[in-house]
T-cell receptor, first 113, second 114 residues
Framework: ETGVTQTPRHLVMGMTNKKSLKCEQHLGHNAMYWYKQSAKKPLELMFVYSLEERVENNSVPSRFSPECPNSSHLFLHLHTLQPEDSALYLC????????????FGPGTRLTVT | AQKVTQAQTEISVVEKEDVTLDCVYETRDTTYYLFWYKQPPSGELVFLIRRNSFDEQNEISGRYSWNFQKSTSSFNFTITASQVVDSAVYFCALTTTSYDKVIFGPGTSLSVIP
């Protein structure tokens, strides 16, 4: 099993739909992250979890709701999204916060219609 | 405040040429860590290297080398004899003891033309 997996890889949803993105890490790491990557924009850190506790929420709209049921799994629940939310959503994990390198999943390409 | 600048937005080179990607960082902390990541067209960022602020030794790994200079707050990345597979977006990143989240630069898109 590869280090960090994400499902689905591609998602098209309408603005009234509810969907969830899933991330799973098989590296025994304690920290997990959600990033948003839009075209021509820098990586945006959305949420950080350390030992299943949320430690960062960078002013993300409430239509994005994270969930970390255990140290291996991270979800991003989506509802009533806007077209500008279309982006690549990347999950990452690291051994801990700060000095540790992050390992990324392949991302979910989200299109909101 | 912490900041990472990658002034080169896009670079295009012909295969077998050498290319250097620039990274300039800002921090007032004395203890910090610098990273480089590669994002190929498939989308997944791949970790390449981590350096801490107390180790200014340059590093070489195959065709890749990194030049860390605290005097100029730079952590540049050189690819020797570039190959088409090196085509990707490369991100420089910083984390410090006072802000333990990673700050990514805007990235440099490298195209290696056969």
């Amino acid at each position: 099993e590869t280090g960090v997996t994400q499902t689905p890889r591609h998602l098209v949803m309408g603005m009234t739909n509810k969907k969830s993105l899933k991330c799973e890490q098989h590296l025994g790491h304690n920290a997990m992250y959600w990033y948003k990557q839009s075209a021509k924009k820098p990586l945006e850190l959305m949420f950080v979890y350390s030992l299943e506790e949320r430690v960062e929420n960078n002013s993300v709209p409430s239509r994005f709701s994270p969930e970390c049921p255990n140290s291996s799994h991270l979800f991003l629940h989506l509802h009533t999204l806007q077209p500008e939310d279309s982006a690549l959503y990347l999950c990452a994990s690291s051994q801990g916060l700060g000095a540790y390198e992050q390992y990324f999943g392949p991302g979910t390409r989200l299109t909101v219609t | 405040a912490q900041k990472v600048t990658q002034a080169q937005t896009e670079i295009s080179v012909v295969e077998k040429e050498d290319v250097t990607l620039d990274c300039v960082y800002e921090t007032r902390d004395t203890t910090y860590y610098l990273f480089w990541y590669k994002q190929p067209p498939s989308g997944e960022l791949v970790f390449l290297i981590r350096r801490n602020s107390f180790d200014e030794q340059n590093e070489i790994s195959g065709r890749y080398s990194w030049n860390f200079q605290k005097s100029t707050s730079s952590f540049n990345f050189t690819i020797t004899a570039s190959q088409v597979v090196d085509s990707a977006v490369y991100f420089c990143a910083l984390t410090t003891t006072s802000y333990d989240k990673v700050i990514f630069g805007p990235g440099t898109s490298l195209s290696v033309i056969p």
